[in-house]
């Protein structure tokens, strides 16, 4: 089975810190995905790349940034935290049907 | 704008009662349709998933309901369980290498017993 794993399962920050948020995979998937999820309002996708060193903005990219030096890791950015970005952060992989989330960091900004 | 829309936003059922998810679609190129479910601190995982080449796909106690021409699928779970409480999504993709997946909102799902 595909395995994402998300390096923080809670996250406390203060506003205007700079936020790092990784994500690894292990099944060599082309395709990551970043979401955010807020109650009510589903599943949101923020950035998501096809390939190494290649990213497409999602649906709400603003105030964050990705990058993906390697295959296997996709990090998330929040340049400058700010209290509404407080929410549940998903990561993703796929091939073809093959969807794999991990299990989420809970990311707090105070 | 929402490309897959989900309803009902919440739903509480009776143990052994029958619980229904419904979704729509507006594009025709979708061509994969997953249901994920999600259990409190977890990631949402793949519960059932079905394609357009048929109407109706079983697994246990789950049914994807699929109706091509009205562009609507539904979840329905029998004998729901205590167990099943959980947030369901739908989905809906096209199968091409790059594919990206569009999910509804989400219905948070609670089985009284």
């Known amino acids: 089975d595909v395995k994402v794993t998300q390096s923080s399962r809670y996250l406390v920050k203060r506003t205007g810190e700079k936020v790092f948020l990784e994500c690894v995979q292990d099944m060599d998937h082309e395709n990551m995905f970043w979401y955010r999820q807020d109650p009510g309002l589903g599943l949101r996708l923020i950035y998501f790349?096809?390939?190494?060193?290649?990213?497409e903005k999602g649906d709400i990219p603003e105030g964050y940034s990705v990058s993906r030096e390697k295959k296997e890791r996709f990090s998330l950015i929040l340049e400058s935290a700010s209290t509404n970005q407080t929410s549940m952060y998903l990561c993703?992989?796929?091939?073809?049907?093959?969807?794999?989330f991990g299990s989420g960091t809970r990311l707090t900004v105070v | 704008q929402q490309q897959v829309k989900q309803s009902p936003q919440s739903l509480i059922v009776q143990k052994g009662g029958i619980s229904i998810i419904n979704c729509a679609y507006e594009?025709?190129?979708?061509?994969?349709f997953p249901w994920y479910q999600q259990f409190p601190g977890k990631g949402p995982a793949l519960l059932i998933a079905i394609r357009p080449d048929v109407s109706e796909k079983k697994e246990g106690r789950f049914t994807i309901s699929f109706n091509k021409s009205a562009k609507q699928f539904s979840l329905h779970i029998m004998d729901s369980q205590p167990g099943d409480s959980a947030t369901y999504f739908c989905?809906?993709?096209?199968?091409?290498?790059?594919?990206?997946?569009?999910f509804g909102t989400g219905t948070s799902l609670t089985v009284i017993p």
């Open positions: 790349s096809y390939d190494v060193k290649m990213k």
């Open positions: 989905a809906a993709s096209k199968r091409a290498a790059g594919n990206q997946f569009y």
């Open positions: 993703a992989s796929s091939y073809r049907e093959s969807y794999t």
């Open positions: 594009n025709t190129a979708f061509d994969y």
